[in-house]
Structure formats: structure tokens, C-alpha cells
């Protein structure tokens, strides 16, 4: 059975765009204060976040681009910009990495050479789809707060994670490669696998 939500495993008080409560009608350049505390995926779809409003109201399925953790943003990026793959499935789990918690951290955005400061909320990992089952395309969901306000949802290859006590920041980039390599414990994958565990005394 798909899992489809999931709790945001520390929830955080931010802010929603108010034209989001209004299909986009009105609502323009206000903000009502909210607790974000849910998450789901649709295939295809940008991720839904569940929020309680300040009014007592309940909204669901809302995407990244229309929080914040400000009222006074310094940017508003597009949603293709802060969250640049759609869910792939049904199926995820979230995530709070202790070891990352609250961590400051340098995200490349979709426009070449464009990058914003952020920290570190959470992570949400898609599992049993094509996507995930396959290396190269496999990727977690970083939830970020970005310093300019707004929440993004990025894959790994585009954060970097700063450690005071252990990171030594490059001057450029790293360029790392996707993994493309199924790896198999069993070595299943070998010329004649079974040679050497099946012989005429034990078959």
C-alpha cells in the first residue's frame, strides 16, 4: 500500500504566501503564520507540505514555493527553482539526520552559478519506483531554509554541508560523478555464479 504523507519528523513554524489559500486570486504580499508538520508525494508532482494555520485551518498538499520562514523574503524563487525533480512515487520516508541537524550549508541553484546560504531541516527519500530502484536516477530530498526565506527541496549533488569542525571548503565545486553501478553483495551478477556452491556432491 503506498505510503502517499508522512510526518516532517521535527515540525517548524513558518509562514504561508496567503495567495496560496486563495487559488491564487488575492492574498498578494500577505502572510499568515503557520505550523508545518506534514509531507506528501504525488508522481509528477511537486511535494505536498501540510501546514495549521494560525486561523485553526487545516491546508495540505500546498508546495515548497508558497512558505517561507519570513515575512519580509528577500527573494521568491520560482517553485522549478526550489524543488528542481518532481516525487517520483507513492513511496518515501522523512528523516531529521542527526549529524546534519540545523547545519549551515551552500546550495547551487537551477541558474548556472547562482547559489544560496541555507540550513539543514530534513530529508525525504523516495523508495520501490523506477527512479529510486536505478543509481544513477536515485536521489534524496534535502529540505532546506534558505537565508533568503524560502524552503527548498534539493538533491544532494546540489548542497554542499559546512562543518566548522571538520569540512575544509574547495575553492571550487566538487565535480563528482553519478553513480551508475548496481552493486550486488552475492556477487549474483558474476559469469556462472553458482560454479563454486553447486558440485555433484551437492546438488
Known amino acids: 500500500m503506498p505510503v502517499h504523507v508522512a510526518d516532517i519528523p521535527r515540525p517548524m513554524y513558518g509562514y504561508v504566501k496567503n495567495q496560496f489559500l486563495y487559488d491564487l486570486y488575492e492574498g498578494y504580499n500577505e502572510y499568515t503564520e503557520c505550523l508545518i508538520f506534514g509531507l506528501s508525494a504525488l508522481p509528477g508532482r511537486a511535494w505536498g507540505i501540510s501546514a495549521l494555520l494560525k486561523t485553526g485551518a487545516l491546508v495540505q498538499h500546498l508546495p ?9 523574503p528577500k527573494h521568491h ?12 512515487g507513492y513511496n518515501f520516508a522523512t528523516i ?8 549551515p550549508c551552500k546550495v547551487y541553484m537551477k541558474t548556472e552559478g547562482r547559489y544560496e546560504t541555507g540550513t539543514y531541516w530534513f530529508t ?8 529510486s530502484m536505478t543509481p544513477d536516477q536515485h536521489k534524496h530530498f534535502n529540505f532546506i531554509w534558505l537565508d533568503c526565506g524560502c524552503l527548498a527541496s534539493l538533491p544532494g549533488n546540489r ?17 563528482y560523478r553519478v553513480n551508475t553501478r548496481y552493486w550486488y553483495p552475492e556477487n549474483a551478477h558474476a559469469k556462472n ?3 563454486n556452491t553447486i558440485t555433484p556432491f551437492t546438488a
Open 64 to 72: 515548497p514555493h508558497a512558505f517561507t520562514n519570513t515575512i519580509a
Open 77 to 88: 524563487h520560482q517553485l522549478d527553482e526550489l524543488q528542481v525533480w518532481a516525487c517520483y
Open 96 to 103: 531529521q539526520y542527526d549529524a546534519l541537524s540545523e547545519m
Open 124 to 131: 525525504a527519500a523516495p523508495y520501490d519506483d523506477m527512479y
Open 159 to 175: 548542497v554542499q554541508m559546512y562543518d566548522s569542525s571538520f569540512v575544509e571548503m574547495p575553492v571550487e565545486r566538487p565535480r
Open 193 to 195: 555464479p553458482f560454479d
